[in-house]
């Protein structure tokens, strides 16, 4: 069944539609886009030529074969409708991945939701930490460990097979979240009281975590290895190799930022060749900071309407950051107020 799906696909890809749209969001990358608002688009559509199903994420986290199709859904709705995004796919397990190392109960979602699971913290919250401190590094194969792994080998074995898949159809990284989010998951809201009452419990579970973080996507790396100095996330293309997740963020002050986050984010960006930086909700006041980072290339926040998007774009563009995935209604209210983008945003 799989295979009729990957045959699909084999057959409507154009190598010059997918080389000519690689190409717009490299030169993008690289800076060396001449507009304001870059939002390419393929040529032409291709349509399927069977039906694809739907599988729900629920059924797909004990079924490589629901994963498959899923992520492959994807791309097969990207050729149909010619968009911009290029074609890609990930072991889609939520941000309960590193978590689930430490030995955290899933929480799953109701099935008609059609959304991602998360996890519960640990039993004792902040006071359970020592406990992981003790244990060092956990096994990789635990919880979600293996699952991942597992799927990244099943995507490259059967990609090898169709050389326009292998080609054109990326496996980016699975979301590792960043290290004060897994903390966050790790010991839910006792975390905010722990930063300011147990500072040297935290940094040492952030140094734990970040080793972790390493040492995951390592193993992942030797799966999956990376290409070359461009990555491709969530259909985008950006410098580096990472996609640092700082949502937990948005409830801290810079300064906390910077003494809590920066030095661990740093110390990722710098270990793997740099990347980007996802956030949702209100980031405007932590972005001058970020920027900061040696290695950030690029921003992609989900809310702007929670944002003083002239901040964002002073710690971003104008700091030669890009800034990715924004709303074309909030890079458009840009534009009508006359704000120089500098080749810098992209939008759908």
Known sequence: MIEAYLEDLENRISEEVEET???EWVAFTDDQFEG????PRRTAPSAPG???PHPLVNDTLDDQNQMLLQQLETCSKALAR????ILCVRCNYGTGILPSLFGVEP???EP???TLPTNRPLPGGADALKQLLDKGIPDLNHGFGGKTLEMGQRFQALFDVYPKVRRHVHIYHPDLQGPMDICELLCGSDLFLALIEREELIRSTLTLITETYIEFMNAWTHLVPFQNEHSVHWAMLHQGHIMLRDDSAMNLSPEMFRAFIQPFDQRLLSEFGGGGLHFCGKGDHFLP???EMEGLHAVNLSQPEYNDMERVFQATVDHGIQVIGLSRQAAEEALSR???LRGRLHCW
């Open 21 to 23: 749209l690689w190409q």
């Open 36 to 39: 304001q608002l870059f939002s």
């Open 50 to 52: 069977l039906d694809w």
């Open 82 to 85: 010619a968009s911009g995004e």
């Open 107 to 109: 929480f799953i979602m």
């Open 112 to 114: 008609e939701l059609d």
């Open 289 to 291: 900071a970020a920027k």
């Open 338 to 340: 006359g704000r120089d």
